[in-house]
């Protein structure tokens, strides 16, 4: 992701093997993404913690991000 800084959109919805260990990485990534205004994390199983660390991350940028815990609850966060 950090080699892609022209990068707009990241659809990785229904992705079930980033976890919380790969929400963690992304999260520290997303940064180097000026260009990224849309991040599709829905039904990717990041855990409470990864989604946190991706949540964190958007905070501070102009981008609509769309998590979902896997289960019921659905978080969509749009900044900027």
């Known amino acids: 992701v ?3 800084p ?8 229904d992705n079930f093997s980033i976890g919380t260990e790969g929400a963690t990485g992304l999260a520290a ?11 599709n994390l829905s039904r990717a199983h ?19 991000i ?4 896997g289960v019921q609850c659905r978080l969509e966060c749009c900044w900027g």
């Open 29 to 39: 990534a997303l940064p180097a993404c000026s260009s990224l205004t849309e991040l």
């Open 2 to 4: 950090q080699q892609l």
């Open 46 to 64: 990041l855990g409470n913690e990864g989604a946190r660390h991706i949540a964190q991350v958007g905070r501070g940028a102009c981008m609509c």
């Open 6 to 13: 022209s990068l707009a959109v990241l659809q990785l919805q």
């Open 66 to 69: 769309h998590l979902d815990s």
